[in-house]
């Protein structure tokens, strides 16, 4: 007989509260997407499932820019598809560069030199970028076989400038692998013209599916170096795994959103609403933590802590009484900023005047510590 009697949380009721998730993602699922996710399930290995992962291969080169025949829907999250890109790509011993401005370079380096690459890092500050003049130079003292960008840095709210990288890294029979996670779907991002070899993303952000799909691209000289390698991956990729159907019929349902509305559009809008935030922001008198308005990321706005307030508690003031998510720093931005993303289904004016409107309650009722 048991003898771990049925754990009493597990006879109540499920809660998940309705929230706005205005923080850095996940961010709300229109009912269009919860309601393909939550269709019948289908065998992963039916015909229509095919024909749905081959439309989902599609809706990702439309989304990318790219003709890659090796673009995929993987399973799991963006750091899934972050660890898949590195594992697949560089072998141990090999030279890898990774520029670090935040937390998702911090974590590629990571991922590499576990694996046993030989990891160089180019650091800035949360909030700053490089230059391809520092890129090119590092490329040639280091001669890396891979390097790291993060398009979106959603811990700083940074959209690093790409165009030129890829020739750069060509130039230096190098691999570009770039993350775009967060900024996928919010600001321009052309895989092909821009000689990006990887490119990544999540389902959770501008696309709006639940998290739990990562599409992930590959461009034959990625496949190249991948499949002439002299030692196995430690990561095996792809098959033989049963999917996550439902997230697939989610994620499929996002692309079609995504290729209807048009990526142009989409990153239109992004782009003003966002700038609607701002006018926000700067009349609350709070301060826009990456001061150059062309860097910044559209989905995710960084706010540097305004002088004398606990950050914890103007999140948890506007949680508590705006069933409303916005989030600090994560990283090495903890402690320098709050983050407010409105993204995809939820990037609408109307949205950013909730979140304001609770921004300004909470600075309002938030004790100010005395200096
Ligand atoms: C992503 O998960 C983030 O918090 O930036």
Same mark, same amino acid.
């Given at each position: 007989s048991v003898t771990i009697p049925p754990p009493p949380c597990m006879l109540r009721p499920l809660e998940a509260p309705l929230r706005y !998730?205005? *923080? %850095? *993602?996940p961010s709300n699922v229109p009912p269009r997407i919860l309601t393909a996710g939550g269709r019948p399930i289908i065998g992963h290995l039916h015909p229509e499932m095919y024909e749905i992962m081959n439309d989902i291969k599609q809706g990702i080169q439309y989304a990318f820019q790219t003709e890659n025949n090796m673009t995929i829907a993987m399973s799991g999250s963006g750091h899934a598809a972050m660890e898949c890109a590195v594992f697949n790509t560089v072998e141990p011993g090999e030279s890898v560069l990774v520029a670090i401005n935040g937390i998702w370079g911090e974590r590629v380096a990571e991922i590499a030199e576990r694996m046993g690459a030989n990891v160089h890092t180019m650091v800035k500050t949360p909030g700053g970028y490089f230059s391809n003049k520092e890129i090119e130079q590092a490329m040639e003292k280091y001669k890396p076989v891979l390097f790291f960008l993060t398009h979106g840095e959603s811990s700083a709210g940074l959209c690093h400038p790409v165009d030129g990288i890829g020739d750069i890294c060509r130039k230096h029979n190098c691999l570009f692998l770039v993350d775009t996670v967060a900024s996928l779907g919010a600001a321009p991002i052309f895989m092909d013209k821009q000689n990006i070899d990887i490119l990544y993303t999540g389902?959770?952000? #501008? !696309? =709006? #599916? %639940? %998290?739990g799909t990562a599409p992930i691209s590959f461009n034959d000289r990625a496949c190249h170096k991948m499949f002439n390698r002299k030692t196995k991956p430690v990561q095996i990729c792809l098959y033989h795994h049963t999917g996550p159907v439902s997230g697939f019929f989610a994620l499929r349902e996002s692309l079609a959103i995504l290729a209807e509305k048009g990526l142009e559009e989409s990153w239109r809008k992004h782009k003003e609403v966002a700038a609607y935030l701002y006018r926000g922001l700067e009349d609350l008198g709070l301060k826009l933590f990456i001061p150059e308005r062309d860097l910044r990321l559209p989905s995710v706005t960084t706010i540097a802590i %305004?002088? *004398?307030?606990n950050w914890r508690e103007l999140l948890a003031y506007i949680m508590k009484h705006h069933q409303m998510e916005m989030t600090g720093g994560l990283g090495p931005s903890i402690g320098m900023v709050m983050r407010i993303g409105l993204m995809g289904? =939820?990037?609408?004016k109307t949205n950013a005047d909730m979140a304001l409107h609770a921004l300004a309650d909470a600075l309002k009722n938030c004790k100010k510590s005395k200096a």
């Open positions: !998730l205005f *923080g %850095p *993602g389902s959770q952000k #501008a !696309l =709006n #599916a %639940p %998290p %305004p002088e *004398g307030y289904y =939820n990037c609408e």
